[in-house]
Structures are given as C-alpha cells and as structure tokens.
C-alpha cells in the first residue's frame, strides 16, 4: 500500500453532529430564557424590532454595569469588543487594534466574568479577531458558542486600516480574507453574524460570507475626552458613503440583510437618525457614542452637582 492517508478536518467531518448538539441547548433549557440565541432566533428577534417601527440599536459594552444598563435602556444587541476594557480604562478605542493584550481572549473575559452574567434577555455578541494566526478559528468559534455568546461580530477588523500597513498585513497572512472566512464559518456554525465593513468591495464579500447584518463603518467615533477631532468626514459624507456599502452589499442579490451606521460623526441619536432618513441603514451600533460618552458627560455633570451642594457647618 502506498501513499499516505489524509483525513479531514474533524469539525468538518463532524459539523452537522456538532451544530445540532449545540442547537439542542437553544435557548436556555434551564431559565427558559435569555442567551444563548440561535441565529434564526437573533432574526426573529431583530424582525420584530423593525416590524414595530423601531430601528434596531446594538451597543457595545465593556463592563458588566453597561452592559446591564444598556439592556434596560432597550437595545435590541450588546456587542463585546475587546476595545471596551481599553475604553472604559480611559484609552482611545484605537487601542483594541494594537497589540496590547489578546483581543479573542479579552472578550471572551468581559463576556464570562462581566456582562453575560447580568444580561437578562439580549442577545449577546463577541468580538472576534479573525485574524489572529495563533487560533484555529473553527475551535474558538467553538468556544464562544459554548460560552453563551448568540454570534459574533468581526473585531478587531482590520477593514479600518488603510496605506501601506494595510498592505503589508494583506501580504503576510493577516488580512481581511480571514475575516470573510471567519464569518463564512460562522454561519455554518449558526451563529448570528453581524460585521464591520468600509468599502464596497467588503461589503459584497461580506454579503457572499453570509453576513445577517452589515455595519457601515465610517471612521473612528468623534467627541469626548478620547474621540478623534480631525480624522473624520462630515455627516453628510458619512451618509453618502453610508449608502454606497449598502448598495454594494445589495448587487450581490441578498435582500435578507440588515444594514446598520457606526462611527465617524454619528455619535448622537440625532445623528444616527440623520442617516436612517438619508439612507437605507435601519439602525445604529454605537460603542464609544453610547458608553463612553454616555459615562463622561453624566460622571462630569453629577460630580460637579456635588461639589455645589451648602457646607452649613461652620469652619
């Protein structure tokens, strides 16, 4: 006998079994409700949000007390970031794309020890970073399922990242094909899947993955003690290019997709209406617009409340 033997992948091998064990535990068998999710469930859901007359608002929290105030503010999502820990430390969102901790493993944390915890109904989302090459990323997907998490969302995303460094990262290994892939994988897995794009080209790759809803990323969150101040475009710039990754994500033929605003100068819910009126987008995720400014206007005001309050003792 010559040759060799090659087997395949054991997840693909076993993929059918192992999706159906794991749907079997959807939802939550032991309080009848909340996370974890199917993906069907997590459309159902977002269906009915917008059958409603409601725009579907997704929002990222880094912190268990976030996460549980968002969820009573009525946020359809809460999406994980690793750049949430950074965020809520007082840094620039910008550091969840550099290398100052592992991205999967922070989110995972933030997820297990923080916000599922407390998240009573929403669907939970985990950022992943797709192309870290240290992950066999059909095991990891694994285990954000087994977590509790009802999908995932591509970040850090490496379609924010232009120039030269982009092109070095699409030469070696780590570019945005891994997190087409990823959400490719994803979708087979039955996890809801909700991603980042920024050019029209992500966005039909993204729509060919299988993406259930496309974000339109239009830069770094303005405003606060943190946000950007010149590296941005106007709101009606972020409208125009708002719609065009919409369009693109459409001639790919999907009609099923929902689309949604993030970033740039939509940091307010005035201005993320502003771009539902003038374009397709049906919603808004917002992370720094929601957490973070949320914390700094509010902690600022009330601190200075305090600080105004009668001193009737004599001194």
Known sequence: MCGKLIFPNPLIQYLPILTHQLIQIMPNPWTGKGNPY?????????????????PI???GAGTGITAKFIEKGGADLIIIYNSGRFRMSGHGSTAGLMSYGDANAIAMEIGEYEVLPVVEDIPV???VHATDPRRRMWHWLGQVKE????GVNNFPTHCIIDGKFRQILEETGMSVEKEFEMVSLARRMDLFTIVYVSSPEEARRMADAGADAIIAHVGTTIGGS???TNATVSLDEAAKWTQELIEAGRSTGRKDIIY??????ICTPEDAAFINEHTDAVGFVGASS?????VENSLQALTQRFKKIPLHRKV
């Open 226 to 228: 943190i946000g950007v």
């Open 260 to 265: 949604l605003s993030h970033g740039g100068p």
């Open 290 to 294: 929601l957490e973070r400014l949320a």
């Open 147 to 150: 977590m509790g998490f009802s």
């Open 57 to 59: 608002i997704a929002a």
């Open 38 to 54: 199917t993906r069907a469930e997590v459309i159902e859901r977002l269906q009915a949000t917008l059958s409603k007359g409601e």
């Open 125 to 127: 989302i985990c950022g």
